[in-house]
């Protein structure tokens, strides 16, 4: 087949690069197989008819108006490689043409779920503080060293929102043998049980759990739906542990709650980032603190081309994707995380 009748995929990755989703062999298959027009986000509607015409797959999530939209005739999938599912193009008009909108964020629910269990170990046995006492030669022995200790063992745990993270965070816990109660509005108290969890209200996750993991997505209907008032309804001397955005988080409120003593606290993610310098929290004792990282893996990175390569070849046969999630007709416009601008 000569290059010019290969499939055209248009790559505008960005804050992504296509050396970092794949692999040096993934790439070369990728570049084998189709023709690729590499531009940004925003030069993607610049780009002439002609390749518009003829382009079968976007990897990104650039801006796409109406009049682009019309333009892609041959549009079969958009790969979201950020993982946030921005509202910056005509879902509707995409659906009614049969246009898939997949993201890739599955990649990062085992990486951020594993740092999520390191941060609840290390608010309940401090490891970091007793490590920086140990380096000052301020170390606290044995049992003086436990004061405030707890197990992770059997405690009470609770967990907001229950998507590829929740449940991947889910099966790490399964072997503590805590009791996770979730609470998730967008699924049926069914799937909650079938996974092994019970379905709560908000109020009851917040005030029967040891231990409060958050982890999900900012939408149109929760931003800052966690303020003073839930960190209020928490057991004294809890654990919350925010993972996914913190758009859902009053954050001077959390940061109150921490310094008031009556929680503790742990976070990957800040209402700005980078952060300040010189922003209150850096310093904030009872406050553990991850630079967006939990996710940032090579590993996962480099998943993500696999399963866009493998989708790929799916819709490439006239069959649908299945490595990648897909965009939901009724739930993608009210997504509202903010994207990620670093790798």
Request: aromatic content about 6%; some cysteine; hydrophobic content about 45%.
């Amino acid at each position: 087949m000569s290059d010019t009748a290969l499939p055209l995929v248009i790559s505008a990755p960005e804050p992504r690069t296509l050396d970092l989703i794949f692999t040096p062999p993934q790439l070369a298959r990728l570049k084998a197989n189709y023709r690729i027009v590499e531009t940004t986000a925003d030069g993607v509607a610049r780009l002439p008819a002609e390749v518009l015409a003829e382009a079968r797959y976007i990897v990104g999530q650039p801006p796409v108006s109406p009049q682009t939209l019309a333009a892609l005739k041959a549009l079969r999938c958009v790969f979201n490689v950020e993982s946030n599912l921005l509202d910056n193009m005509p879902y509707e008009t995409l659906f009614s043409r049969g246009i898939h909108v997949v993201t890739t964020g599955l990649v990062f629910a085992e990486p951020v779920a594993e740092l999520g269990l390191a941060m609840a170990l290390n608010l309940a046995r401090g490891i970091v503080d007793a490590d920086l006492a140990f380096r000052q030669g301020q170390e606290l022995w044995g049992g003086d060293g436990n004061r405030s200790a707890r197990l992770l063992s059997g405690a009470d745990v609770g967990i907001i929102g229950f998507g590829d993270l929740g449940r991947a965070l889910n099966r790490l816990l399964s072997g503590f043998r805590t009791r996770t109660r979730v609470f998730d509005p967008w699924l049926p108290p069914s799937i909650l049980r079938e996974n092994g969890v019970e379905p709560a209200s908000l109020d009851d996750v917040l005030s029967s759990s040891d231990f409060v993991f958050v982890v999900a997505s900012v939408t149109s209907e929760n931003q800052g739906f966690l303020g003073a008032d839930a960190f209020a309804r928490m057991r004294k001397g809890a654990a919350f542990i925010l993972l996914s955005r913190a758009g859902v988080v009053d954050f001077p409120a959390l940061m109150a709650a921490v310094e008031s003593g009556h929680i503790l606290a742990a976070s990957d993610v800040f209402p700005q980032e980078p952060l300040a310098g010189d922003h209150p929290v850096r310093a904030l004792p009872g406050f553990l603190r991850s630079a967006h990282r939990a996710g940032a893996l090579d590993i996962a990175f480099k998943r993500m081309g696999d399963m866009v390569l493998e989708d790929m070849d799916l819709i490439d046969r006239g069959l649908p994707p299945l490595r990648s999630k897909r965009a939901e007709r009724e739930t993608v416009s009210r997504m509202r995380s903010k994207p990620s601008d670093r790798n």
